[in-house]
């Protein structure tokens, strides 16, 4: 019998580029994957302030696991978790608590307050995840480069080590569309691209190579936003 893991594993590698929209709880998951998506993230940002904290590993790690396993509860597709940078947790035991909410994926970024984590001791740390977690955990490696001021010469080494730690995924979050294709043949494997409501399109990330791409906060930001447009009227 095939494992999540694995089904999830399969949708980086077909013919269609996968795309992945970012749940904040139950019902958004089952929404989406009503909707006929093969899977679906969560977005840290969205569940922290969901759980009434922000973004950046400000969320206590036993309710951030509790929310990925109230929805990888709820919905038959597989889950991949955003997990920040791993809420400082060793990755042995960081392993064990994403697998024990359900879910058979996992985000991890390499910054933590906003500064870029050394990329060989980042590796390390996906190394001893990708051990303790085996082929049970599909890992997606975020790359911070493109949103703290560096460039694509070390987005691109920093990919490359984190594939070579075991990574499935390299996630180059930002990288601009016209630097993208760059990154991807740099890197190699499959490479994940964000898009956002307003764009930049899934099209136009396809187009430069990406194999996965994911929404991050920007599905829930505009539903926030919708919401404070539609409340006056409710007075």
Request: hydrophobic share 45%.
């Amino acid at each position: 019998m095939t494992s999540g893991a694995e089904r999830f594993r399969a949708l980086h590698h077909g013919g269609t580029p996968l795309i992945l929209p970012n749940a904040w709880d139950p019902v958004s998951a089952r929404i989406m994957a009503e909707a006929g998506f093969p899977a679906v993230a969560t977005s840290s940002g969205a569940v922290a302030r969901v759980l009434g904290y922000d973004d950046g590993q400000l969320t206590p790690p036993a309710e951030m696991f509790t929310a990925v396993a109230r929805i990888a509860r709820a919905v038959d597709v597989p889950v991949t978790a955003d997990l920040e940078a791993g809420y400082g947790l060793a990755p042995k035991e960081f392993a064990e608590r994403v697998l024990d909410t359900g879910a058979v994926g996992c985000n991890l970024e390499d910054s933590v307050d906003r500064v870029l984590t050394d990329p060989a001791r980042h590796a390390n740390y996906l190394a001893e995840v990708r051990a303790a977690a085996g082929a049970d955990l599909v890992i997606n490696a975020r790359v911070d480069v493109f949103i703290r001021g560096g460039g694509v010469a070390d987005g691109i080494a920093r990919g490359r080590a984190y594939r070579r730690a075991g990574a499935d995924c390299v996630y180059p979050i930002m990288a601009p569309t016209d630097v993208l294709a760059e990154v991807v043949e740099g890197i190699g494997g499959p490479i994940n691209a964000h898009a956002a409501v307003g764009g930049p399109t899934p099209a136009e990330l396809i187009a430069a190579g990406a194999h996965r791409i994911s929404y991050g906060t920007s599905i829930h930001t505009h539903l926030m936003n919708s919401l404070r447009e539609l409340l006056p009227s409710l007075m």
